[in-house]
C-alpha cells in the first residue's frame, strides 16, 4: 500500500471529544480514492459508489500527522476498487481501515463507461501524453 497524503491534525479537525472526526477522516479519504481512481483510469468523472464497513481501529489528537494509504485491488468494466488504512506517520499505528471503496468511471452524461484497465499503472511508466509543440 502506498501512502501518499499526509495531514496535521488541526483544532478544526477534533471532535468534542478532543480527537480526530470521523466525518473529517471520511471526506479526506474519499477525495484520496477519487484522486487515485481519476489518475488509474485516466477519467476524471469519477464518482463514489460503495464504502464497505469502516474500522475505526484508534484514535488522532491535535498535532499528530497521519498518513492515507489506497491500494488498488480489482478493476472491473466500469469500476475500480480499492483498499485504505490511514496511520499515525509517527508511531506507524492503524487509526482506521476500509477494505472496499468502489469508484464508477462515468461519461459526460453520466453513465458508467468502460475504462479498458485491467492492472495499476505508475506515471512514469506511462507514454508522455503532454503536447511538446
Excluded: C
Amino acid at each position: 500500500m502506498n501512502f501518499h497524503t499526509r495531514k496535521w491534525i488541526s483544532p478544526e479537525d477534533l471532535n468534542p471529544n478532543g480527537t480526530l472526526f470521523g466525518g473529517s477522516l471520511l471526506r479526506w479519504i474519499d477525495e484520496e480514492a477519487a484522486i487515485y481512481a481519476i489518475v488509474q483510469l485516466e477519467n476524471p468523472r469519477i464518482v463514489t459508489k460503495y464504502i464497505s464497513e469502516i474500522n475505526f481501529v484508534s484514535s488522532a489528537r491535535q498535532s499528530d500527522i497521519i498518513e492515507l494509504g489506497i491500494v488498488a485491488t480489482r478493476f472491473g468494466r466500469t469500476s475500480l476498487t480499492m483498499r485504505a488504512e490511514v496511520r499515525n506517520m509517527i508511531t506507524r499505528k492503524s487509526i482506521l481501515t476500509i477494505d472496499e471503496l468502489v469508484f464508477v468511471a462515468m461519461d459526460e452524461d453520466g453513465h458508467p463507461v468502460p475504462h479498458g484497465k485491467t492492472e495499476i499503472t505508475y506515471l512514469d511508466k506511462r507514454p508522455d501524453t503532454l503536447d511538446q509543440s
